[in-house]
């Protein structure tokens, strides 16, 4: 039956077969899966839900432990911390309230809502009734009561200056007892707001007015003012008291019947609702399990008699294609092989494979015909005719087209062999006289560049030379910089010996003016000396006529003359080393002129010698630069007898490849004339 269908409508058939088998496993798993996707959607829903719901609960928890903190506490910082936990909490029962699918838990979460907008009512209440406790204890009792106690110090210490009066002492003792007993209640009040602790505190806070009006009937005037601001301080305390009893009772009424009833409330209705969350979780959990284990069993049932089905008509289509290809192929090697003996039995089908069958036996039969007018063509025989089967018959065409190709290029290669053979004598000729001319060139070049090298070495010696005088002229240079410097600084040496000489001619003229004016002032001292003598005498004779009465005046007059005599013995060595002063001045004069006329002449010569050695700096200069120019000079000349060398010897190694590429060419002329010959032989074979 397969023999009579076509291979496309087996293959189609094929096709068909598992297309169907795919659209059956296809279809059934396609249902569960949809089943399977409904199932753990819901169960995905139910899983929100139940989130939702948890962190539902555990805000509202939390909520309430900050409003507990809020309430033992009294630290605003909970409050705020209870605000950002509803400000959060309400979105997430509004999101609750519009995802929830079942009408229970809907209604469970609304009334969560309702309840929660209560509780912060009532506990806006509670924080206010807090408030109002803090505004109490801070703002009346603590200023009061300190004001009570400041108060009654103030009358204790004018009550012990005066050391009279022990009844208002007790009566005060007694009234700041019961004062710090009813701060000390107040404070325990405000802190565990037990009742017991008020009423005591109120019972100190009357005692302590009895003491008031004991205190009223026996203290001084100035006192009584005092205790009179006491007596009103306590009435403000008591009524501040008694507010913050109100207040605190208000507030834990709130705390009582209130927030402790409906923060459990609305805990228990959350915990319904995710109870009722958890319940349709296990129960669609093994439903959908279940589901899941059947569908799955059907696919691998669907799936296994599909697989079956499908390989059963592969193996039947693709045998009954297979066994006649293989035939064809097994005949393809054979070809392939060069055996074209055997032929294909295919007359028994009527498919593609019966006329491909039949196809490859009438190019078996072609292919012996184009082979054995090939094997002629082999033989050198070029007369044999290829006649093409049809227009189609590419290679019979493509045969043909050769055959009359290769008479067409035999005659064609005989003409160009005799062309190439007298050609190739002429390049022996020529190749010949090329070998003689390379070889002249070479002895040529290797000559020159002997030369070249003495030349290089000459020039050598001469850079090194110039390059030696280079380095004296630089020397020089700088010698002659020094000298230069040391001849300016000479100069500037004399000149400063000049100024200083100058200097000390002129000192030492003061110096012998001053010598004179002392000269002058120890004449005067020595006139005076005289003059002193000539009193002392004159004072000795009118003391020898006075008598007795002039004797002290006489011992004055003797001691006068002896000061006069020294003075003028000590005028007189002044005068003697005034003179040898202002011989040595007019000698040091004399030698600072002709000191001065010597560096004169001096500065002179140096600055002879300084222009002398700027000159010989000048020409030293110029010699330098005209040695660095030879040296330069002549390293570029050496630079160029260097690249001169590089370049003969490049010149040499071409000379001498030439020489053996004209000896090469001469051995591939001979060669190419013997391959040409050979060609000559080879096609005098061929028939045409």
Request: proline share 1%; hydrophobic share 40%; aromatic share 4%.
């Amino acid at each position: 039956m397969l023999k009579r269908l076509t291979v496309g409508q087996k293959i189609f058939c094929s096709f068909l077969v598992v297309f169907l088998l795919f659209v059956i496993v296809g279809t059934e798993s396609l249902v569960a899966l949809k089943k399977s996707s409904s199932g753990f959607t819901d169960y995905r829903n139910l899983a929100k839900d139940s989130n939702l719901l948890g962190e539902i609960q555990a805000e509202i928890l939390q909520g309430r432990t900050y409003v507990k903190d809020y309430i033992i506490t009294g630290d605003n910082k909970y409050r705020q911390k209870y605000v950002d936990s509803m400000n959060t909490l309400q979105p997430q029962l509004k999101l609750a309230e519009e995802t929830m699918i079942s009408d229970n838990r809907k209604a469970l979460v609304i009334e969560t809502t309702k309840m929660l907008a209560e509780f912060n009512t009532s506990f806006t209440a509670v924080a206010k009734a807090q408030k109002k406790r803090e505004v109490l204890a801070n703002d009346s009792m603590i200023p009061e009561g300190n004001l009570m106690e400041q108060t009654f110090e103030q009358i204790i210490d004018n009550l012990g200056k005066t050391g009279k009066n022990a009844p208002a002492l007790y009566w005060c003792a007694k009234g700041v007892r019961n004062l710090v007993l009813g701060r000390l209640y107040a404070a325990k009040y405000l802190e565990i707001s037990d009742d017991l602790h008020a009423l005591r505190s109120l019972a100190e806070m009357e005692k302590l007015q009895s003491a008031i009006n004991q205190l009223s009937n026996i203290l001084s005037k100035s006192d009584l003012q005092k205790l009179e601001r006491i007596r009103q301080a306590s009435e403000e305390y008591v009524k501040a008291m008694t507010d913050l009893v109100t207040t605190t009772e208000y507030r834990d009424r709130l705390i009582n019947s209130e927030l402790d009833v409906m923060g459990p409330k609305m805990a228990d209705l959350i915990e319904k609702a995710k109870s009722s969350v958890i319940s349709d979780q296990e129960k669609l959990g093994p439903n959908l399990q279940s589901r899941n284990d059947r569908a799955i069993s059907n696919v691998y049932i669907i799936s296994f008699f599909a697989f079956a089905i499908g390989i059963g008509a592969a193996f039947a289509i693709g045998r009954d294609i297979t066994r006649p290809l293989r035939k064809v192929v097994d005949a393809a090697y054979r070809i392939a092989e060069g055996d074209m003996t055997k032929t294909i039995d295919g007359s028994d089908r009527k498919d593609e494979l019966g006329s491909l069958a039949m196809a490859f036996n009438k190019m078996t039969s072609s292919l012996n015909e184009m082979a054995k007018a090939m094997e002629r063509v082999a033989d050198s025989d070029l007369t044999v005719t290829v006649e093409p089967r049809s227009e189609n018959d590419t290679i019979g065409k493509a045969l043909a087209v050769m055959v009359e190709n290769l008479k067409g290029d035999n005659l064609k290669i005989n003409e160009a062999v005799r062309a190439l053979s007298s050609s190739l004598s002429q390049i022996s000729a020529a190749s010949a006289e090329l070998t003689a001319s390379a070889a002249e060139t070479a002895s040529a070049v290797a000559e020159t560049n002997a030369t070249v090298e003495e030349v290089k070495q000459t020039a050598h010696l001469s850079n090194e030379k110039s390059r030696q005088v280079a380095d004296v002229a630089r020397k020089a240079v700088s010698t002659s910089q020094q000298g230069k410097k040391a001849a300016e600084d000479a100069a500037s040496g004399m000149k400063n010996i000049r100024t200083q000489m100058d200097t000390i001619a002129q000192s030492i003229v003061k110096l012998s003016e001053q010598s004179q004016h002392i000269g002058d002032i120890i004449y005067v001292v020595n006139d005076i000396a005289d003059q002193s003598n000539i009193l002392a005498v004159n004072a000795s004779i009118e003391a020898s006529k006075a008598g007795e009465e002039g004797r002290g005046f006489t011992v004055v007059a003797r001691e006068i003359r002896n000061l006069s005599d020294q003075s003028k013995h000590s005028v007189s060595q002044i005068q003697s080393i005034l003179a040898d002063i202002q011989k040595a001045t007019s000698s040091a004069v004399m030698i600072t002129e002709e000191g001065g006329k010597a560096v004169e002449t001096g500065g002179n010569l140096s600055s002879q010698t300084g222009e002398a050695i700027l000159n010989l700096s000048t020409v030293v200069n110029q010699s330098a630069q005209s040695s660095a120019q030879i040296a330069a000079s002549s390293q570029e000349q050496l630079a160029g007898l260097d690249q001169v060398a590089v370049a003969l010897g490049s010149i040499k190694q071409a000379g001498e490849q030439n020489l053996e590429s004209s000896r090469q060419l001469e051995e591939a002329v001979r060669d190419l004339d013997l391959q040409a010959r050979s060609l000559k032989n080879m096609m005098d074979r061929f028939k045409l």
